[in-house]
């Protein structure tokens, strides 16, 4: 398995364009988790999903961010519009629970920047 | 919310050395984990450790875990230049991860 994909690796936008990033699970897997990560905040959680279901979407700062899973192998966050504000690396993970807390696989990210 | 906190922020040592990073949190869990994410990667995960036990091994790494002073400990022997990086103890709140803020250690040749 390539293990978690995520495209694009880099994105650069200017503000109030639509941003939409790519995650592409491990086969098998059915929870997904997207993080962000910033210098300030560290790493926060902002949806997962379970069996292509949102199960908390607490996380998310606000309604220009959203998010889908039409499938078990794919899910995208799409954020309209973009803001500088919303610069950060933006992580996708996936894990096949058996019980709680299940250790995360991470894709390599995606460097947002929004001038 | 960032539930775990490493201790300290950055660590610098010298190859063979070892390396400890201490991580406390707040609220009772079921298991520990920590993970280690190189410059411009994502996170890969080392180890877990459960609620029920005391300490893990796995090759040159020793997690213990204290739940009575809710902390953990992660310790990296014989520490290798390959071993720089940031370290991150995560917490699992149900069906999620709450990572701290991280050690950076640099292991210098």
């Known amino acids: 398995d390539a293990g978690v994909i995520q495209s694009p690796r880099h994105e650069v936008t200017e503000m109030g364009q639509e941003v939409t990033l790519r995650c592409k699970p491990i086969?098998?897997?059915?929870?997904l988790f997207w993080y962000r990560q910033t210098m300030m905040r560290g790493l926060e959680l902002l949806i997962y999903?379970?069996?292509?279901?949102?199960?908390?979407d607490s996380g998310m700062p606000e309604d220009r961010f959203s998010a889908k899973m039409p499938n078990a192998s794919f899910s995208t966050l799409k954020i309209q519009p973009s803001e500088p504000r919303d610069s950060a690396v933006y992580f996708c993970?996936?894990?096949?629970?058996?019980?709680?807390?299940?250790?995360?696989?991470f894709g390599s990210g995606t460097q947002l920047s929004v001038l | 919310s960032q539930q775990g906190e490493e201790d300290p922020q950055a660590l610098s040592i010298q190859e063979g050395e070892n390396a400890t990073m201490n991580c406390s949190y707040k609220?009772?869990?079921?298991?520990l984990q920590w993970y280690r994410q190189n410059s411009g990667r994502g996170l890969v995960h080392l180890i877990l450790i459960r609620s029920n036990e005391r300490e893990k091994h796995s090759g040159r790494l020793r997690v213990t875990l204290d739940t009575s002073k809710k902390s953990s400990s992660l310790l990296i022997t014989a520490s290798r230049a390959a071993d720089t990086a940031s370290y991150f103890c995560?917490?699992?709140?149900?069906?999620?991860?709450?990572f701290g803020a991280g050690t950076t250690v640099t292991v210098r040749a």
């Open positions: 993970a996936s894990s096949s629970p058996t019980g709680t807390g299940e250790k995360l696989l």
């Open positions: 086969s098998g897997h059915n929870s």
């Open positions: 609220t009772s869990i079921n298991n």
């Open positions: 995560a917490t699992d709140d149900d069906y999620k991860l709450s």
């Open positions: 999903f379970n069996n292509n279901v949102p199960i908390d």
